[in-house]
């Protein structure tokens, strides 16, 4: 079993900041992948940032140079600073991982999501 717990949404005013953390917890042998998706009311669930270990870093077109991914590996954490944030980034942010459970098996577990509101 593995968890993924998100933390950090809220209600901010266009052109403010917020800081999501997604926390992984549970039965972890390796986390290969982590990263946060969104999804706004009436939208698909689009990537917005994506962090392979060892690896590269991906953003979508719209966030880029406004969001930073980075993670805590000791914490099995992933962060993702928000800045200059519009209403058009309105929506439920989820945390998502790649992990192996065992040397075996891997998956792809999601969490709860939380929500983010920017006002104009």
């Known amino acids: 079993q593995v968890q993924l717990v998100e933390s950090g949404g809220g209600l901010v005013q266009a052109g403010g900041s917020l800081r999501l953390s997604c926390v992984a917890s549970g039965s972890i042998f390796s986390i290969n992948a982590m990263g946060w998706y969104r999804q706004a009311p009436g939208k698909q669930r689009e990537l917005v940032a994506r962090?392979?270990?060892?690896?590269?870093?991906n953003y979508a077109d719209s966030v880029k140079g406004r969001f930073t991914i980075s993670r805590d590996n000791a914490k099995n954490t992933v962060y993702l600073q928000m800045n200059s944030l519009k209403p058009e980034d309105t929506a439920v942010y989820y945390c998502?991982?790649?992990?192996?459970?065992?040397?075996?098996?891997?998956?792809?577990?999601w969490g709860q999501g939380t929500q983010v509101t920017v006002s104009s």
């Open positions: 962090m392979i270990l060892g690896s590269s870093t």
């Open positions: 998502n991982a790649n992990i192996h459970t065992a040397a075996w098996a891997v998956g792809d577990y």
